[in-house]
C-alpha cells in the first residue's frame, strides 16, 4: 500500500561506528512493482510500469549516505528500467535494495538473486533495507537474502539532520526522462512518520511520536521541478500515518498548523501549478482536529481534496478492540467526519482492514452492511477494502507464539515469492488464512463488497490473486463469479472463461492488468 513509502527511515539511534551500510560506490536499487517482477523469470520482457512513482526512500537513504561521505549513490529503478540491461554492475563497491513493505520482499528476492547468481557478484556487496525487512530475525533474513547485509533504519537515523534534508542532489543526477514521468503520476510528499497508536495488523512505525520532515523543502523541489517541465499540475500522496493526530489529547496542533501554513504559504507562491494533496487519518482525529474552523481553511487551501479513513473495526467493537484500535464509537465518528468532508468538498476514502482471526459470519456481515451504508449516503465516497494480513514483518503479530515455525512461516522462507500474499490488495490466501472455510468466508465478502463499489463506480483498490499450492481453493463458485465480473472492466480476455481450473495458470497476467493500488 501508498501509506508504506517512506518507512525505510527513522527508529532508534545507533552509534555511527555501527553503521552497517553501503559503502563506496553504490547503486541504490528500487525493484520492480510485485505484479510487474520482469525478473521472475529470464524470458520475461521489460515493460515499464504504468503507474510509476518516485521511490522517495531509497532516495533519501542515498542522500544521508552521500550528506556524510559513506558513499557515492546512484538510483536504479526497476520500475522504468531494465536491470538486466546494466552492463557495468561489476563496477560496483556496494548495491542497496529497497524493501517497502512485506509483499515486495518477493521482487527484492529476485534482485537479490539477479546480482548474486545471474551476474555471479559476491553477495556482500548487497545491503537489503526498509520497513519489509527490519523486523526479520537474523536466521528469517538469512535464508530470504542468503549472503546479504541487514541495514535497518537506525544505521541512518543516528545522522545529524536525518530529518531535515532535501532530495534536490538526489534528483538532480536523474534523467529528464525520468523526471518527466514521475511528475505525471503520483508524487510522494515527505510530510511525517510515527502514529501513536499500535494497531495490530500495521507493520509502520506504531506507538511512535510523530515527527516532521522539511516539508516546505520537499514540496518547494517538487514545485519547482513541476515549472522546470512546464507541469500543470501537481498530485502529492502526504507520508502521514494519521495526519491529524497532533489534534488528540497529548498532541500539538501549532506542529500541524506550521507545516499547513508553509504548505499554502509554498501554493501560493507558484499560481499557475494546481497542488492535490491527500493523506491518511482516523475519524477521531480528523473530527478533533476539524473544530477549528482555521485548521478546516488551512487544509482546504493548502490543496487537500481527500483523505483515505482507517476504519478498520468500525462496524464491530468486539472486532476493533482485537485489532488493538484504541476507539470505542469509530462507527459515529465516521458518520460525522464524513458529512463534514462532503459539506467542505472532500472525499472521504473508506479505508477498511477486515478478516482478522476474530472475525466472525456476522461481523463480515456488519463490515459489508457499514461500507454500503457509507457509499450510499455519501456520494462522493470511495471504497479501499483490503483482507487482512494478520502477520506480517513488522507488525505486532509477527513474533506471536503459533506463528513462528508454523506450515505458513516456513513456507514465506523457503519460498519468498509467498511474501506477494501478504499484500493487502491480495485475496485471503493459504498464508495469510490457513483455515480454508475462514480464507472462502474473508473473500466472499472481500469481493462482495468490491463488486458492490465497482457498481456504483467508487472503488480504489483491486483484489489480486494469491500464489496457491495446486488444489488450494481460494474462492467458491459464486465468489469467483463475481470477482470475474470484476476483472472484466480492467482484462476483459483474461476474465472470458475464467474459472477455478485455471485461475492459477492467469494469475500474473490477471494481477499485472488490475490497476495498482496508490
Not at 512505525?205 to 499540475?233: I, M, P, Y
Not at 467458491?476 to 476483472?487: A, H
Request: glycine residues 8%.
Amino acid at each position: 500500500m501508498a501509506s508504506a513509502r517512506m518507512n525505510i527511515l527513522l527508529r532508534t539511534p545507533a552509534p555511527r561506528g555501527d553503521l552497517r551500510v553501503p559503502r563506496g560506490r553504490t547503486l541504490m536499487i528500487h525493484p520492480p512493482y510485485v505484479h510487474d517482477n520482469y525478473l521472475a523469470r529470464e524470458d520475461t520482457p521489460f515493460a515499464p510500469d504504468r503507474l510509476p512513482f518516485l521511490p522517495v526512500a531509497p532516495l533519501y537513504a542515498a542522500e544521508l549516505l552521500e550528506r556524510h561521505g559513506l558513499a557515492e549513490p546512484t538510483l536504479f529503478d526497476c520500475q522504468l528500467h531494465d536491470l538486466r540491461d546494466t552492463p557495468d554492475l561489476e563496477e560496483y563497491d556496494s548495491f542497496g535494495i529497497a524493501v517497502m513493505g512485506a509483499q515486495n520482499i518477493a521482487p527484492a528476492t529476485h534482485v537479490h538473486r539477479y546480482l548474486t547468481v545471474g551476474r555471479g557478484l559476491p553477495a556482500d556487496r548487497v545491503h537489503v533495507g526498509g520497513q519489509g525487512i527490519e523486523r526479520l530475525s537474523r536466521e528469517e533474513f538469512g535464508r530470504i537474502f542468503p549472503g546479504a547485509h541487514k541495514t535497518d533504519r537506525q544505521a541512518l537515523s543516528a545522522l545529524p539532520g536525518a530529518m531535515d534534508i532535501d532530495l534536490e542532489r538526489q534528483l538532480d543526477k536523474l534523467p529528464e526522462s525520468d523526471l518527466r514521468v514521475y511528475l505525471a503520476h503520483e508524487m510522494t510528499l515527505p510530510f511525517s512518520q510515527g502514529c501513536m497508536f499500535g494497531c495490530s495488523f500495521c507493520g509502520a512505525q506504531t506507538r511512535k511520536r510523530e515527527t516532521f520532515f522539511n516539508v516546505r523543502a520537499h514540496l518547494d523541489l517538487a514545485c519547482r521541478l513541476a515549472g522546470r517541465f512546464g507541469v500543470s499540475s501537481l498530485n502529492l500522496y502526504c507520508t502521514s500515518l494519521d495526519f491529524f493526530q497532533q489534534a488528540l489529547p497529548g498532541g500539538d496542533m501549532e506542529q500541524l498548523t506550521a507545516q499547513l501554513e508553509s504548505v499554502v504559504e509554498l501554493k501560493e507562491r507558484h499560481p499557475g501549478l494546481d497542488i492535490g494533496l491527500h493523506a491518511l487519518t482516523r475519524a477521531d482525529s480528523y473530527n478533533a482536529a476539524m473544530v477549528s474552523d482555521q485548521v478546516r481553511d488551512l487544509v482546504l487551501r493548502a490543496g487537500f481534496d481527500r483523505f483515505g479513513f482507517g476504519a478498520d473495526g468500525a462496524a464491530s467493537v468486539e472486532v476493533l478492540r482485537a485489532m488493538r484500535k484504541h476507539a470505542d464509537t469509530l462507527r459515529s465518528d465516521l458518520i460525522t467526519a464524513f458529512q463534514h468532508m462532503e459539506e467542505n468538498g472532500l472525499v472521504p476514502e473508506i479505508l477498511y482492514v477486515f478478516g482478522v482471526p476474530e472475525e466472525t459470519a456476522e461481523t463480515l456481515a456488519e463490515t459489508r452492511d457499514l461500507c454500503g451504508l457509507l457509499l450510499e449516503t455519501f456520494p462522493t465516497s470511495e471504497y479501499r477494502g483490503f483482507p487482512a494480513k494478520n502477520e506480517i514483518p513488522g507488525n505486532a503479530n509477527w513474533n506471536r507464539a503459533g506463528w513462528k515455525g508454523s506450515a505458513a512461516h516456513q513456507r514465506l522462507l523457503d519460498e519468498p515469492d509467498h511474501f506477494l500474499n501478504l499484500g493487502f490488495e491480495t485475496l485471503a490466501n493459504e498464508i495469510s488464512h490457513p483455515d480454508p472455510e475462514m480464507r472462502m468466508m474473508v473473500n466472499r465478502y472481500a469481493v462482495d463488497m468490491s463488486r458492490h463499489a465497482h457498481d456504483l463506480g467508487r472503488v480504489r483498490s483491486y483484489l489480486t490473486v494469491p500464489v496457491a499450492s495446486p488444489g488450494a481453493q481460494v474462492m467458491d463458485d459464486r465468489t469467483l463469479d463475481g470477482f470475474r465480473e470484476i476483472v472484466a472492466h480492467y482484462a476483459p480476455e483474461v476474465a472470458e472463461g475464467l474459472n477455478a481450473g485455471n485461475l492459477a495458470e492467469r494469475r500474473v497476467a490477471l494481477n499485472s492488468a488490475i490497476p495498482k493500488d496508490y
